[in-house]
């Protein structure tokens, strides 16, 4: 390992002592601060990555960067990044090891970052191989007490040994340990070095590592690619990688390690390799630098940092062509460490003011999101219950009611009643006073203007009109049904028989009335309900299933009501309207008379007319022009006449209590009973009132487990960003 003898001089610090580097180490800490305060999540955050293949001479390269020894084995021996953070002291040298945890055991991140202390505060280099094992052991075993690996035997970490009774380790992690270098001979610098890229491995390996590297060389990141001389660029797959991240190659820095590697006789080697140091291949925003370090025997023998530095310089003095280019400042590790600590400055100093404006955009977009979620239930679990069924059941009263600002059911019902209207008067008997068929029958089949103002488009009406009879079917019709009767008697069985005709449709009709009247019901409700108790699950799956009950409760009792007003109708024909039912029969038979051939042979003009009419008026005769037909002798279908006057007189009677008592029901029996019965079943079913009323009530408004994750996630947001905003403001941004 490299020496950590003391005589190392501060001629070894690189821009240590400078105003520059005191600007450098208050911007570094910074950035180091914000990443404690877990900003990365949210904001991107400029630092150095370091990656490379394996055996690219990596782990080397962040020994001479750092000055300390980092875990070597065969194999992969890093799997997890680790974030170096030198800072330049008057003071001795000294070490602390954290760890920060961004991620859980299944990969996603937690709801707060935090930086762990891991073990304290040393003071000598030698400490530093095996505190770095121990802390790559403790996180790749989550579940452990860190101080199980603290006192954990060194040589079984060092022969792969990480297992814990009880506890699966993890293959990488992406939680990070972090490196805190203070000291006089340390440049201030941060960077992050990743485990090393591996092809020969099982697959998952190779993916792990590689979608490692992947996260983190995006964004505003310094790429630092290790690349061996010993192999072509365009063989190295960190190079691939940082391509990729980097098609431009603005962020990316090459570092060209094992120059002492290329054979005496490989010229044109040496010679490509030049011309990618002086930028005439591949080049790169920031370019190449070149560096040598020892190699294993003397690392194991002990090199002093200083010692590797002057044999350093010594190598690039004298080999060719090396020695001879014309660009000595990418040459050696002193020159790559200020490079990139200047470099690290300059994009930390560019980034902080942009900081403070994304910190608040995302500041004002987290507490937006939160503002939009439902507020937290902060009242007693019961009477919060108790109050969401006592408005819920008030907004159904005002819907079944009808009000400005709930009119939608009660309008749609209006509509609904009148289709229903429009379905039983096209029932109505359709007779035609005639023996043969006629072209225009509207006339004697259409009923009198009541009902004229209705809205129903054709399209709309649920049944077409009544076939049409002319005298010889209901001749038909009466001697069809003679029993018993004596003559020119016209049987009772034959009115009740056409009465049955236009009643037999009417359970349909008031039927697919009543079912219209309930969807539109189970639409407001519905809509209720989302409204109400959108944001409480448990609630509503409890509620929907018991309005739902009361709905099937309160229709089949409607059904039933309806049943019994039109079982009412099919019994024995009864009115004591009398008034109407005569005065309708009256006009029906006059008018049927009128449409007869008996009678005057010329017609009157309506002069002629209006004469008569007022000199029956003269006499004392109160009588109307539609009368004048009862003045026809007697018709040879006098009696069929006389039934169809009658039955049709009997229908307007009957529809019109027909199309207000199914109406009304629907009203009060389904409607306003429901409404009125529904807070009290609420409260018994949901137990409001009981011993364990508010434990019930408590699990009724429970958030559902993803607005609780979302509030916690938005106001773990909110807090980190609050505390770098604070950060940025006490910074002077």
Known sequence: ???????????????????????????????????????????????????????????????????????????????????????????????????????????????????????????????????????????????????????????????????????????????????????????????????????????????????LVKSYVGGNCLILVTLPMSDDIENQKAARIAKQADPEGLRTIGVLTKPDTLPTGSTKSREMWLDVIEGRRHQLKHGYFCTRQPDDDKRLSGVSTSEARSAEADFFRTTAPWSTSISQGRFGTLNLVKSISELLTKIISDSLPKLIGEVSTQLVACKKQLSALPPLVTTEP???????????????????????????????????????????????PAFVPSQEKVKHTSKYTKLDDEGSDSTIGRKELDAVSAPVMYLGDVRKRIKDCITRELPNNVPYAAKRSFMRDFQQSWEYHAMTCFERVQEAFKDVLSDIIKEQFARFGHLKALISPIIMEQLQIHSQRTTDHIKIILALEAATPFTQNTHYFADKRAKQLAQYKRARPQGPVMLPTKEELKSALAALSMLGYTVKEEDLGKLNPPDQFEEELELMAEVRAYFYVAYKRVIDYVPLSIDQHFLYTLAEGLQPVLLEKLGVGSSTADARCASYIAEEPGVVSLRSELLSKKKRLESVQKALFNFGL
């Not at 003898?5 to 821009?15: E, V, Y």
């Not at 990743?194 to 792990?208: K, R, S, T, Y």
């Not at 108790?386 to 709930?406: D, R």
């Open 1 to 211: 390992m490299i020496s950590t003898d003391s005589h190392d001089s501060k001629a070894d610090a690189l821009i240590g002592d400078t105003g520059y580097a005191r600007t450098t180490k208050e911007l570094i800490e910074f950035v180091t601060t914000l990443r404690a305060l877990g900003a990365q999540v949210f904001l991107d955050l400029p630092r150095i990555v370091v990656i490379g293949n394996q055996s690219a001479g990596k782990s080397s390269l962040v020994e001479a960067i750092s000055g300390i020894s980092v875990p070597r084995d065969a194999g992969t021996c890093t799997r997890c990044p680790m974030e170096c953070r030198l800072s330049n002291t008057p003071d001795s040298w000294s070490c602390q090891i954290s760890i920060r945890w961004e991620f859980d055991t299944n990969g996603d991140r937690v709801d707060e970052v935090s930086e762990v202390l891991f073990g304290t505060h040393f003071t000598e280099k030698e400490d530093v191989e095996s505190m770095l094992r121990r802390a790559q052991a403790a996180i790749l075993n989550p579940t452990v007490p860190l101080s199980h690996f603290l006192g954990i035997d060194i040589q079984a970490l060092r022969a792969g040994d990480t297992k814990v009774p009880g506890a699966k380790p993890l293959a990488f992690s992406r939680n990070v340990i972090c490196v805190d270098l203070a000291g006089p001979d340390l440049v201030d610098l941060s960077f992050v070095d990743l485990p090393g890229i591996v092809q020969n491995a099982e697959p998952e390996v190779v993916q792990l590592v590689e979608d």
């Open 382 to 428: 019961a009477a919060f219950v108790l109050n969401l069924v006592v408005t819920f059941c008030a907004e159904v009263m005002q819907h079944v009611h009808g009000s400005p600002a709930c009119a939608n059911l009660v309008q749609s019902n209006r509509h609904t009643f009148e289709r229903f209207k429009s379905a039983i008067r096209q029932t109505a």
